[in-house]
């Protein structure tokens, strides 16, 4: 019996961009209505197994994108930055449920886990009443423009190995633990890598959050 | 010094190869296959039928890749919890879990995991590496009982379906003739439901499945186990019910029971109509807390309850009797956090 795959469709690559040093953004055609928080599965070609990458386009746009940093020893990154527009990639169509309602939140987000809140304030839906992004370098505060510009004091950086005035020098954790309290009644959305999203999550539940306000996103 | 390649957990495929590259005649790799596999050797000088030149030529460039544990402990109820350090230093563990009428292992597929259910210890500590099929296999035979196994469940550290390549030819060479010669009706494998990997292991396979549901209701799943963004439980359900299990092979559902959460007569009869008509079963699971977890384990009074209703809707339900608990070996206590180094890297 043949195996029964994800079914992936042709799209052509509109333009990569190289955000900054191994961070891309790569925008293809766009053939599929979505909601800002979805995830596309992505291959080179209808042969091997995709992954999935969250949208960090608005709905609003005629090309869908997501952003991708080079995986050292990857099977697939290494490829995604040797496309050019024309090309053609397979993916899904989209899919997932990291998708706010219309409650008060806070978002949390380290590296291209930022991306479905791209997606998020590209198309319009409620601003969060924080952003919290973790870095470990300034240039790496990926669509910080964006972000200033939408969100304004709501926006919060914490850098860990780099210092600016604009920032915040050092962990999220370790601010989140100095906050005499944290908002109990709004729902915290928390997207990056397993070990930043679980600690996060450790962390606000012994600040008194209930589990039922943390919707998380992992990065796998 | 250069580092040299494991034997241990190559396919027959993949000693065909070394016997190649090495210039050995082709009989050779079923050979090695048989002093790994069946014998059981502990060092290539061992391999007696393979000239003892030609075992040089592979010292040079292999080493055979077993180790032995580093520590173990024992439950007062006979559960042993073994601490392995994998070829890259880290930390894994293994729970033997002997019984009436079986002996089994619960082997670990990764050290640590991405996954980041709410409940789990193994979480925790965050992702480090997948392992190999060698350093999965070698907790199979490196514990004390390991001739006394019956039977081998993937449901220790680690989502083994984020790690299919190396799970799967772990399980090719327990099931091959060539190999440990197990019947994979001996096997069971768990997964928090990676539909496309599942689909993989499904027609790849012929072990049994266990998928851990813990919630039928999709918003309270999210908030147990990130994975419902992405596979819903619905998904998952929906692939088993496009293939044909047979008789032979067992499709399970694991439910750890969490106090006022998920343990209402309400969820039980959801569960009923998710799973309605799929030839499966449900085993409950009592759950036991976890430091700063906001979750409590179910009363067995409840438990009792939540079983009489699956079981009057024609559905074969188990309460898994708790083993190893004093010695964090019990299901979700896995976890090697203490021994993992921080990584000053962060970027959070």
């Known amino acids: 019996m043949p195996r029964k795959k994800i079914e992936l469709f042709p799209h052509k690559v509109v333009r990569l961009t190289n955000v900054v040093s191994e961070v891309f953004t790569l925008s293809m055609e766009r053939k599929f209505d979505f909601v800002p928080g979805q995830v596309v599965a992505l291959a080179i070609n209808n042969e091997h197994d995709p992954r999935l990458y969250s949208i960090a386009s608005g709905t609003g746009e005629d090309v869908l994108t997501i952003l991708f940093d080079i995986i050292d020893g990857g099977f697939l990154t290494p490829q995604l930055v040797q496309l050019k527009p024309g090309d053609e990639v397979y993916i899904s169509e989209p899919f997932g449920k990291f998708i706010p309602g219309d409650e008060d939140m806070w978002w949390l987000a380290t590296g291209t886990g930022i991306a479905p809140f791209i997606s998020m304030v590209k198309s319009g839906i409620k601003l969060p009443e924080k952003l919290i992004h973790g870095s470990r370098t300034l240039d790496h505060f990926l669509f910080q423009e964006l972000f200033h510009d939408k969100l304004g004091e709501k926006y919060l950086r914490f850098c860990t190995a780099e210092e600016s005035p604009e920032v915040y020098s050092g962990r999220m954790t370790e601010w989140l633990k100095e906050q005499s309290g944290l908002p109990k009644e709004i729902k915290y959305y928390l997207c990056g890598n397993p070990n930043m999203v679980v600690e996060v999550r450790d962390l606000i539940l012994s600040k008194g959050v209930d589990f039922n306000n943390i919707m998380a996103e992992i990065y796998f | ?348």
Not at chain 2, 79 to 96: G, P, R, V
Not at chain 2, 191 to 218: D, K, Y
Not at chain 2, 256 to 270: C, P, Q, R, T, Y
């Open chain 2, 1 to 348: 010094m250069m580092v040299k390649e494991v034997l241990f957990g190559k396919t027959l495929e993949e000693l065909k190869q070394v016997a190649k590259d090495l210039g050995f005649p082709g009989f050779v790799a079923k050979q090695l296959a048989d002093w790994l596999y069946k014998k059981k050797v502990t060092g290539i000088d061992e391999m007696l039928n393979i000239s003892k030149k030609n075992r040089d030529i592979l010292k040079e460039k292999y080493d055979l890749g077993l180790s032995a544990y580093n520590k173990v402990q024992e439950s007062i109820d006979g559960t042993k919890k073994y601490l392995f350090k994998t070829i890259s230093d880290q930390y894994i563990e293994a729970a033997y879990i002997p019984s009436e009428n079986r002996n089994t292992l619960c082997v670990s597929s990764q050290v640590g995991c991405k996954m980041g259910c709410l409940f789990c210890m193994t979480g925790k500590q965050g992702f480090q590496k997948n392992l190999s099929a060698g350093e999965i296999l070698n907790q199979m035979v490196s514990i004390d009982e390991n001739d006394k196994l019956t039977n081998l469940v993937y449901m220790g550290m680690g989502e083994p379906m984020d790690n299919l390549d190396e799970v799967l030819k772990s399980l090719e060479i327990i099931t091959s003739e060539w190999g440990f010669a197990w019947s994979p009706r001996r096997i069971n494998v768990s997964t928090i439901g990676v539909v496309p990997a599942m689909r993989r292991f499904i027609e790849e396979s012929e072990c049994h499945l266990a998928i851990s549901m813990h919630s039928p209701l999709n918003d309270q799943r999210k908030e147990l186990m990130p994975i419902e963004n992405v596979y819903p439980i619905e998904d998952v359900i929906q692939t088993l019910r496009e293939y044909d299990f047979g008789r032979q092979r067992r499709i399970s559902f694991e439910y750890i029971m969490f106090e006022g959460v998920n343990d209402s007569k309400e969820h039980a009869l959801e569960i009923a109509k998710l799973i309605n008509g799929l030839h499966s079963r449900v085993n409950l699971i009592k759950f036991h807390p976890i430091p700063n977890s906001p979750l409590k384990g179910s009363s067995n009074e409840v438990m009792e309850r939540f079983k009489n209703v699956l079981e009057n809707k024609g559905i074969i339900t188990t309460i898994r009797k708790s083993r190893g608990e004093d010695i964090y070996a019990a299901c979700g206590l896995l976890s090697t956090k203490k021994l993992v180094e921080n990584k000053s890297n962060k970027d959070y």
